[in-house]
């Protein structure tokens, strides 16, 4: 899949295409259905399927404090959309500028100017350009002028509900791993870079990958039983820590996984873990060594729950 970072970036290569125009966060089964659909078109039509997408998102632009925590950061996301017959992604920088365009320049831009759409799918409460004053009927009604059609996605239910990145988040955020695996049609992922830590974890016999998440806010908190890919063995098992560390007064968000025995060097790895199952909500102690102790109840819970899925 090419990644297309910004409109200045766009090629007359780039041109006819079908499209489609979202946050996509988490690419979850409800964007694989509107993946399905975009790439059946662009079979059909013999032209490349586009998947626009803006970083900040817009509410992270507008509302930084209150946007929701992010289930996948753009790596993660370009990583998910290459899986699902995705040709391009376009991603479009969110600033000030772009909020205030009228919603007429970013359909001219670049829906026509830009890529040349011949097909465009997004959802019937789509709104953007300034003041949100684009919607769906805007774009069906230049689309008919200017020779694209346009579609509402394929809504994607589960137990009678829509599935969203919403309802993920609400499943990661009560530890409801099975319930997340199933809207999301794979098990939850954070990737990163393993980097040095304090080495803390050494001093009480519980060596970890440090990783550092580089988000605001994580949708997972707390202690889980763990699988790393992206090192030889993979999926090695382990337990892992994902909060502030508030025992050692953090700030900042970090995952720490402990890894079964494992002893290799690992630093500088580019990794993938995967929350099997949630083991406790992250909390503060009062010593190393109540901590220390809470770590081997931990590291038993998690050997524990992999023995018996693993019968």
Known sequence: MELIRGYYNLRPRHRGCVATIGNFDGVHLGHQTVLGQLSEKAAELGVPSVVISFEPYPMEFFAPDRAPARLTRLREK????????VDRMLCLTFDARFAAQPPEEFIQRVLIDGLDVRYLVVGDDFRFGKDRAGDFELLCKVGEQRGFKVVHLHTFM??????????VREALATGDMAQAEQLLGRPYRMCGRVAHGDKRGRTIGFPTANIHLHRNNTPVKGVFAVEMFGIEGEPVQGVANIGTR?????????????????DADIYGEYVNVEFVHKLRDERRFDSFDELRKQIDIDAEDARAFFTQRDK
């Open 78 to 85: 370009v990583r998910a959309l290459t899986r699902y017959a």
């Open 246 to 262: 508030p025992t050692v007064d953090g700030t900042r968000s970090l995952l720490e996984v402990h890894l079964f025995d494992f």
């Open 158 to 167: 589960i137990d009678g509900q829509r599935v969203s990145s919403t309802r």
